[in-house]
């Protein structure tokens, strides 16, 4: 599930991205921003439109803000009264660098190719808060927009609070080498509600498809 580190506001006005519904969702209110764009005068309010931020510079943040941004560009033949230069896709992320699940050299050319097709970065930063047609980032800066989508952190299923088992600080469920839950004999776990070691690195592994 999202986990929007008690922010109630950032979770109340932001797109979850979890799921093929969320995705649909994102979609189709991205159409719609640009319908009602495409008849609204050059204004803050048009911008705020044709804004869209998305929280989180991991795998999925990455990979939605770069498909986001071919999505909309390619919408422009169908408007002809957006520019290209009024599209905007912000990506949002609290480290150095985008993808720490990959190289520091594939990061930087992922970062790289994305920036080229109109993709902004900006790092070293997170969001703060949310209301309505506003994301506050915690520099102080503040970026109008219709549409935040929040990648930036993820936690196990509630469920797995429920269980009588150790877990990390992320809530996940603590395995050994070969995913057994120590202390509970017959019980495994995997996948996302699993903090399991990398056998190569001695870090826990991402919660990704890759890892699975």
Known sequence: ??????????????????????????????????????????????????TFVVAGGGFAGAELAGALNDFARGMLAYYPNITPDEVRVILVHSRDRILPELSEELAAYALERMAARGVIFKLNVRVADARPGTVLLNNNEEIATETIVWTAGTAPNPLVQTLPVDRDKRGAVIVDATLAVPQSPGLWAVGDCAAITDAKTGQPCPPTAQFA
């Open 1 to 50: 599930v999202s986990n929007y580190l008690g922010m109630e506001q950032v979770k109340a006005n932001s797109f979850d991205f979890k799921s093929l519904g969320d995705a649909i969702r994102i979609r189709n209110h991205v159409i719609d921003l640009f319908e009602r764009a495409e008849d609204e005068p050059p204004s803050p309010t048009r911008q705020a439109m044709l």
